[in-house]
């Protein structure tokens, strides 16, 4: 964070604002651990639904928080952000039941392209995955907040 | 698929194990399209509860259906194989309700490393999105097909 | 290629333009094998200042041979593409005066982005790498031909 | 670094050892800047024959100076090690005659597979590039060292 960036009441409202539209990732039971200009902790459990072949977490799924914790952390700066490339290691299987956590932080911004890395770690604080995720910005046009006349 | 290739009877029971045993993907609605040693082609379509902030299909979902083919094809030849890395590249959003159609294809394998490619179609023809995974074969035991005595 | 590609002969101009303008890769001692519009197969001798300390080809020179490959692939259509992304996979080690050869073949091209996918192979025609770039166009003018009047 | 790695001197041999061996990266007339275990830091000057045929630094130098970070830091503890997958985004050109700065860090490392992240600074502190590489260690014996009897 810089000081250009957004007071926290307005990171806020964008990451609440994506939050709110992003039912998908609601519905996989997520909760928004942190959040600030550039940065965002995820946290989900894997539930019965969620297991593979192989007895564990399908790796989709560990995908998804890391993908949402990404996107809520390229999203904070205002101005609509989205995935455009994402590379995942998978480390150690996520078990069933187990609560993982997956945090996000920028490594680079510039003009429209940012790149973010979010590590995964399981309740024993292994790391389950390494992601790293390329955003492009579709505007410049920051999204309405709550301190915008609409 | 080479000499050394199983026949497709034990192809083929190879691929309905992991499959009956994944029910994660069998849950987001996924089907077997086709398959062959080292092939495989998965579609879905885009549900309701798999859309994101922006209002397309959530890109874990659209991983998930390219997984999962990567996932059937690389554990085609028999070896309890698992991915270890992925890369995908968004090209274009998968719109609610449209079905997607994903297609592994072997692009090397050799001990128990494999590489796997997979395209994402979505009802146009038009690329949604591209991948590449790595597997990991984890032993050299084949697992037990219905020909082999249990 | 398609019906919007340029005749055979603006092909090999554009190609030919950046090869000649490339001399870290002459100096590199690579040699164009073959091009069409989206494609390039580019060769070069492992020599040994290219050695690294395992007695083997340094990647970087792997990777050199792919990637001018990839840019001839990508600057075949004429307007100035560049490397955004590049991911490599090392599979078998480079020997000492072996000749690698890369063939790079597009994989998807749309408004100003690309991807290529490029193998390296060597004289046994085992596959020594692989590697996807992502290309990015800097402007829609294509570059001047012999065709074109100055 | 944690407990279990060895003394700074015995960190320094093994990557004095790489370093003496890797005739390559020598001759493109990298240094080493810094290390410790599982951290290097390598510096490169762009020279003339590292020009590509948009004027500047050819990507695979670029990649060079990053790799070779990479091979320092996941060999500084000991067991001999090898890239098995690098990833880089190019993020602005390096400049004929600019120096560029590789510092690679250990982002996982267990059993035989390290993550290293490495980003490559202009001289203006601007980030030219940055590069994720996953190493595999290729045996439990570490090298013979000074300390060791031959």
Redo the contacts between chains.
Sequence with gaps: MNSAEPPASVVEAHVR?????????R?MGMQIEAFAAGEATVSMVVRD??????GSC????I??VA??AF?LAC?SHGP?S??????????RPGKPGEKLTAAATE??R?GR?G?Y?I?VTGEDGA?VA?F?G?SRQLSDKPRPTPEDPQ
Excluded: P
Aim: glycine content about 2%; hydrophobic content about 40%; proline content about 0%.
């Design positions: 604002d994506i939050w709110q539209r992003d039912s998908a990732s519905d639904d969620m297991i593979n072949a192989h399908h790796g989709c799924f995908f998804a993908d949402t996107e999203n609509v989205v995935a455009a490339d994402c590379q995942i290691s998978f480390l490594t680079y510039r392209n790149i890395d590590v790391t390494v790293r390329k």
